[in-house]
T-cell receptor, first 115, second 115 residues
Framework: EPEVTQTPSHQVTQMGQEVILRCVPI?????FYWYRQILGQKVEFLVS????????KSEIFDDQFSVERPDGSNFTLKIRSTKLEDSAMYFC?????????????FGPGTRLLVL | KQEVTQIPAALSVPEGENLVLNCSFT??????LQWFRQDPGKGLTSLLL?????REQTSGRLNASLDKSSGRSTLYIAASQPGDSATYLC??????????????FGKGTKLSVKP
């Protein structure tokens, strides 16, 4: 069964460093998302992406964040200058159809720790 | 602003028991509601998606209901098994005009099924 994959599974970085989190969505999906979950808290929406541009973004997704689909398969989240509070599990998700009713499929996540 | 609440926060039951998890949301203008399962340190697995026009969905031992007007959903698990132990998340997809509408998550119910 097709799956969303994410790399790396764990990343440790120093405050102020740039990190790039990578995702490979399900191949025939058109809509891509990033969410994060700070330890012990709710899963929070960051950004949605369609047709090579951002569809929607949350207040969390400030100028330190960017997303890109550099080729036909990868979808990346870049954090330019990490802060301690960026430590979280980051989930990528994808969905197939244009309709709002379509299920979002989540990857296993990347656990980011900023020291 | 949409808020999603799940009660109880944690639940421990003996194997074989039927159980109900509750989810409530403050704004009834939703596209759909999705139930997920999250195992410790892992990603989210979609269990059931209910469109706003539907009342319930079933998959195996799971049945999810939706009462949009009262802002409530329940996830019913029949004949619980130790393998059902996980955190169950409820998420609503907002009505967002022309955009995709992101998922708003509850904090989850942590279920433990004792052998």
């Amino acid at each position: 069964e097709p799956e969303v994959t994410q790399t790396p599974s764990h990343q440790v970085t120093q405050m102020g460093q740039e990190v790039i989190l990578r995702c490979v969505p399900i191949s025939n999906h058109l809509y891509f998302y990033w969410y994060r979950q700070i330890l012990g808290q709710k899963v929070e929406f960051l950004v949605s992406f369609y047709n090579n541009e951002i569809s929607e973004k949350s207040e969390i997704f400030d100028d330190q964040f960017s997303v890109e689909r550099p080729d036909g398969s990868n979808f990346t989240l870049k954090i330019r200058s990490t802060k301690l509070e960026d430590s979280a599990m980051y989930f990528c998700a994808s969905s197939e159809a244009l309709a709002h009713g379509e299920t979002q499929y989540f990857g296993p996540g990347t656990r980011l720790l900023v020291l | 602003k949409q808020e999603v609440t799940q009660i109880p926060a944690a639940l421990s039951v003996p194997e074989g028991e039927n159980l109900v998890l509750n989810c409530s949301f403050t704004d009834s203008a939703i596209y759909n509601l999705q139930w997920f399962r999250q195992d410790p340190g892992k990603g989210l697995t979609s269990l059931l998606l209910i469109q706003s026009s539907q009342r319930e969905q079933t998959s195996g031992r799971l049945n999810a209901s939706l009462d949009k007007s009262s802002g409530r959903s329940t996830l019913y698990i029949a004949a619980s098994q130790p393998g059902d132990s996980a955190t169950y998340l409820c998420a609503v997809r907002e009505w967002a005009g022309g955009s995709q509408g992101n998922l708003i998550f509850g904090k989850g119910t942590k279920l433990s099924v004792k052998p």
